[in-house]
């Protein structure tokens, strides 16, 4: 398949996980993918297993929370190659505290990642997307029901799909997309880090754990041209895990 043939790719939080499951999926089918990561380490292995199936992903250190570094990402990116069609906002952050115990800093973190980094992103691709795009933002099922201890993350995801929304009425006329991926739990050491797994406050059965790999395939389908007619919609990717009584 080669959905993504000549086009350009950004896929933030790309070190590992959904992100890098992402990029892989998207390279294979033909884009050229741009790798945004905060840790250099990360992207650097990232890029070595996306190398081995005879791809070259692009580079960049980027700390999404800064709108100046956002900017700098994205006009390196169009230096390059002189066009951007796809931006998947998947870097997030967790805080796990209880309310009363949260400071306006963990806030700050949170927000700044999974808020602002999605914001500064977009806006990119509302500036450079000339001949339209696909924008994809990943969410999580904490934004509509959530656990103790996550009430920033669970905010923040909550306003990503507001933002969502808003984004896919502002964009229409660009010809921009902007729909939203709700994901569960998915097999990523960030689910089995999660102090309230480990401590049994949220149990995981096994059977509603999905791969990264699941996660890309939807977002594949959102970023490509066979949802043409899908804008501000929130997916929910998540095995299940929310429809049961």
Sequence with gaps: MSRFQNKVAIVTGAGSGIGLATALRLAKEGAQTVLVDINEDHLKKAS?????????PMLTVCNVSRAADVEKSAQTVMN???????IVNNAGLMVFKPLEQQ?????????????LGTLFFMQQGFLHMKNGGSIVNVSSIHAVETTPLVSSYAAAKA??????????????????RVNAI???????PMLWANPNVKSGLEVIN???V??????????????????????GASLRVDGGRLAKI
């Design 210 to 231: 999905g791969k990264p790999e699941d996660l890309a395939s939807a977002i594949a389908f959102l970023a490509s041209d066979d949802a043409h007619f899908v804008t």
């Design 103 to 115: 400071t306006v800093d963990d806030w700050t973190k949170v927000l700044g990642v999974d808020l």
């Design 182 to 188: 709700l994901p569960g739990a998915v097999d990523t």
């Design 206 to 208: 096994q059977s509603d």
């Design 48 to 56: 070595e297993e996306i190398e081995e199936v005879g791809l070259k």
């Design 159 to 176: 306003a990503v799909l507001s933002l969502t929304r808003s984004g896919s009425i502002e964009g229409k006329e660009k010809k921009i």
């Design 80 to 86: 390059q190659f002189g066009r951007l069609d796809i």
